[in-house]
Nanobody, 120 residues
């Protein structure tokens, strides 16, 4: 019922920038949380950045000062601006949106993943 479509990944040189977008659609009454995760080959998926409706954000230490999470509530879209990219940022990035459908049933949806590759 709730679908997330990601875009914006690609190949970039170290020091470059990318902006990821994730658009939510379907039976959405309200959104309670949004976040970005990433998974590199042979590594566990980790939370990169989160955003909640009260305006709080948090980031994994390795991206602080370089990545910024933002959102457009009207468009039900969450973004991840990635600056000063490093090779260790190479991973598949997934967006996650949590909330409630009409009737108050909760949902926890994931995007399809978008590859980010940073060359040395």
């Amino acid at each position: 019922q709730v679908q997330l479509v990601e875009s914006g990944g690609g190949l970039v040189q170290a020091g470059g920038s990318l902006r990821l977008s994730c658009v939510a659609s379907g039976d959405i009454f309200m959104i309670s949380a949004m976040g970005w995760y990433r998974q590199a080959p042979g590594k566990q998926r980790e939370l990169v950045a989160t955003f909640t409706r009260d305006g709080n954000t948090n980031y994994v230490d390795s991206v602080k000062g370089r990545f910024t999470i933002s959102r457009d509530n009207a468009k039900k879209t969450v973004y991840l601006q990635m600056n000063s990219l490093k090779p260790e940022d190479t991973a598949v990035y997934y967006c996650n949106v949590q909330g409630n459908r009409a009737g108050m049933n909760s949902f926890d949806s994931w995007g399809q993943g978008t590859q980010v590759t940073v060359s040395s």
